[in-house]
């Protein structure tokens, strides 16, 4: 395999998308260990390389993307071991269930359609802010959950599951555009308008900051309600690295707006993450 499709899969960015499989894992009640072991694996290894990869392949960037600084250029292996990731993770969701495989298999194809050319939902800002949000979010939620506990989506319509998924939906949704703000150059040059664009730079600061006060609102509603102060307070505590660096990467980038640059984003990226994963890590085992 070539080193440019290696790099293409960006299989360390599955790191950032973490947070969505630790919070389906930290409210489960029944958890099934093989079940989860087996979904970590399919996620993070196989469906969200696959997705990166597709994606790459389409969009040929030339710039900084999400986790390569300086993308090489893509091959046609890259389009066909993406294909062979997604089947591969397909055949193993069988293990678990057939309502899982059916679950993958969709946001496989909203992936895909979020960069191919002939739907390319990139270019919406609103469909493809959207799509990201929700099926990154709550959809994944969704899945993960139901192949944790070895159970139906019929058995999720509670509010135990419902609010957290969704509230993941809404963490999504305010950092998604955080990830485009030193994206806007390439963006414009392949047509494609996003979210980011449209808000401008400053304008994506101010909306992910009230995207976030909702989202941190709603966890702290969720936490005293199913749990305690105690998961509150850890809670807060794991936000303030995130907010610390929010705030002077804000206003910084309000003084020379140049420093909205790839390695800001994604050294937030990592904070988030980090502080989230760790959280719910703590939240699941506790």
Request: charged content about 10%; overall charge neutral; hydrophobic content about 45%.
């Amino acid at each position: 395999m070539k080193k440019s499709t290696i790099l293409h899969l960006r299989i360390p960015f599955s790191f950032f998308l973490l947070p969505v499989f630790l919070l389906a894992l930290a409210v489960s009640n029944e958890v099934d260990l093989t079940n989860t072991a087996l979904t970590f694996f399919i996620l993070h290894f196989l469906v969200y390389p696959a997705s990166n990869g597709y994606n790459s392949y389409f969009d040929k960037d030339e710039g900084s993307i999400g986790g390569l600084k300086n993308p090489p250029r893509v091959s046609k292996e890259l389009y066909y071991v993406s294909l062979f990731l997604d089947l591969v993770g397909l055949a193993l969701g069988f293990l678990i269930s057939v309502e899982f495989v059916v679950m993958i298999l969709i946001y496989g194809l909203v992936s895909k359609a979020y960069s191919h050319p002939s739907i390319r939902l990139k270019k919406y800002p609103i469909l493809g802010w959207l799509a990201a949000g929700v099926f990154q979010g709550y959809f994944t939620f969704l899945l993960s959950y139901i192949a944790i506990n070895s159970t139906t989506i019929l058995d999720t319509n509670v509010f135990q599951i419902q609010f957290p998924g969704i509230l993941s939906s809404i963490l999504l949704l305010g950092s998604y555009p955080m990830t485009q703000i030193y994206q806007h150059e390439e963006d414009a040059k392949r047509g494609d308008i996003t979210i980011s664009q449209r808000l401008g730079i400053i304008g994506t600061f101010h909306f992910t900051a009230l995207t976030f006060l909702v989202a941190t609102s709603g966890f702290t509603y969720y936490f005293l309600s199913q749990y305690s102060w105690n998961q509150v307070l850890v809670f807060l505590g794991a936000m303030l690295p995130i907010l610390g660096y929010f705030g002077w990467w804000y206003l910084r980038v309000r003084q020379d707006k140049s420093h909205a640059d790839y390695e800001s984003t994604m050294r937030l990226n990592f904070i988030s993450s980090l502080m989230l994963n760790g959280f719910f890590t703590y939240l699941w085992l506790s």
